[in-house]
C-alpha cells in the first residue's frame, strides 16, 4: 500500500507549486552554499567528480583537469541539507571516496525549493506545528545539530561543535504525532527522540506541508497502468507527477535491493505528460513504462505517482 508520508517531495517536484530550480558548482576544498529564499531545500543530484576540462580548471595543469569521465553521487548533501532554507558545505572530505585520484574535482549539486513551513525549536522546548488551511504533512525532522548558530545563546562552545549531527529516528515520530492533524506539538528531548551526539546541545528542526483534502493521489508501479476518474460533471486537474522513485518501499514487493535503492529518481517530463493526457478530462490512463517517461534511472524499478483533483466543468473552463 502506498503511504502517504513518503510521497509529498515528489508531488511537488515538476509541480506549479515549484518555486525555483538551481545548479550550484563548487571547486573541491571551498565551501558550497544552497538557500532558498522561499520554501525548503530539496536535492535533486549532488556528484563530485569532473565532467567538463574547463569548470574549476585555473591555474591547474592539463593533467589535473584532462579526465571528463569522473563522477561520484554524494548522498551527504542530501542528508545535511533536505528541508533547510540555507545550508552550508565544506566540501573537503565530503564524497564518501575519491573517484579518479590524480584529477582536480568539484562539487554540482541541482536542487529544489518547494513550499513548506518551517519550526526550529531549542532542546527542552515544544515544536507547535498548525495548518491554517488542511492538514499537516511531514517533510523533513532531525533533532541535533547542523551549525553552531541555531539555538546558541548561553552555552559553552564546545557544546556547538559537532555539526553533523542527525538523530536516526526523527522522522517517525514526528509523523506519528503530526500527520493528518490541523495542529500538534513535538517536545524536543532525547526522550522522544534517539541522542545522536552526547555532549551537543541540540534542537528540533521540522518542515511540513499543509495538505487540501481534496486533493488525491494515484501510484502504479512499473509497466501497469494509472487510472485517474473524477466523478460526473468534474475534471481532473494535475498539481503534479513523477516517474522514478524516491523511497524504498513503494512498489518493492519481489524486487532486490538493489532495485529499489536509488531513491532520487526523477523522469523530468512527468508532469508535461501528465498534464497533456489527463488534464480536463474526466478520466485518463497513464502507462507507467520507459517508452512513455524514458528512463531516468537504468536498473532501478520504478513507478508512476500522481497528484491530482478533481474539479468542475465551469472551474476547469478558466484554466485552458
Do not use: W
Not at 160 to 173: G, I, M
Not at 220 to 245: F, K, P, Q
Amino acid at each position: 500500500m502506498f503511504d502517504l508520508g513518503v510521497f509529498l517531495l515528489t508531488l511537488l517536484l515538476n509541480s506549479r507549486l515549484l518555486i525555483s530550480a538551481e545548479t550550484v558548482i563548487t571547486c573541491d576544498g571551498f565551501v558550497q552554499h544552497l538557500s532558498c529564499d522561499s520554501g525548503v531545500i530539496h536535492v535533486q543530484s549532488a556528484t563530485c567528480g569532473r565532467t567538463s576540462s574547463h569548470i574549476c580548471s585555473v591555474g591547474r595543469p592539463q593533467s589535473e583537469t584532462s579526465d571528463i569521465e569522473c563522477s561520484i553521487d554524494v548522498p551527504e548533501v542530501s542528508k545535511r541539507c533536505d528541508g533547510l532554507r540555507e545550508c552550508e558545505l565544506n566540501t573537503q572530505g565530503l564524497a564518501p571516496q575519491d573517484p579518479c585520484d590524480g584529477t582536480y574535482k568539484y562539487y554540482t549539486t541541482n536542487y529544489i525549493c518547494v513550499p513548506a513551513e518551517t519550526s526550529v525549536t531549542c532542546h527542552g522546548g515544544y515544536s507547535y506545528l498548525k495548518c491554517e488551511n488542511g492538514k499537516i504533512q511531514i517533510n523533513t525532522a532531525n533533532y541535533g545539530r547542523t551549525d553552531k548558530i541555531t539555538c546558541s545563546e548561553g552555552r559553552p562552545s564546545e557544546h556547538l561543535q559537532n555539526t553533523n549531527c542527525y538523530s536516526p529516528n526523527a522522522l517517525a515520530p514526528v509523523s506519528k504525532s503530526c500527520n493528518g492533524l490541523e495542529s500538534c506539538e513535538v517536545f524536543a528531548t532525547h526522550t522522544v527522540f534517539t541522542d545522536p551526539c552526547f555532549g551537543t546541545y541540540k534542537y528540533l528542526t521540522i518542515s511540513y506541508f499543509c495538505v487540501q483534502p481534496t486533493v488525491r493521489s494515484s501510484v502504479a508501479c512499473e509497466h501497469a497502468n494509472n487510472t485517474l476518474i473524477c466523478d460526473h460533471g468534474t475534471v481532473i486537474r494535475i498539481h503534479s507527477a513523477n516517474y522514478g522513485r524516491t523511497d524504498r518501499s513503494t512498489c518493492s514487493t519481489g524486487r532486490s535491493a538493489s532495485r529499489i535503492a536509488k531513491t532520487d529518481c526523477y523522469a523530468s517530463n512527468s508532469q508535461t505528460i501528465a498534464t497533456d493526457a489527463c488534464d480536463g478530462k474526466n478520466g485518463c490512463s497513464l502507462v507507467a513504462s520507459n517508452g512513455i517517461f524514458s528512463d531516468p534511472c537504468p536498473k532501478t524499478f520504478k513507478y508512476l505517482y500522481v497528484l491530482y483533483s478533481c474539479i468542475s466543468n465551469y472551474a476547469a473552463s478558466g484554466l485552458y
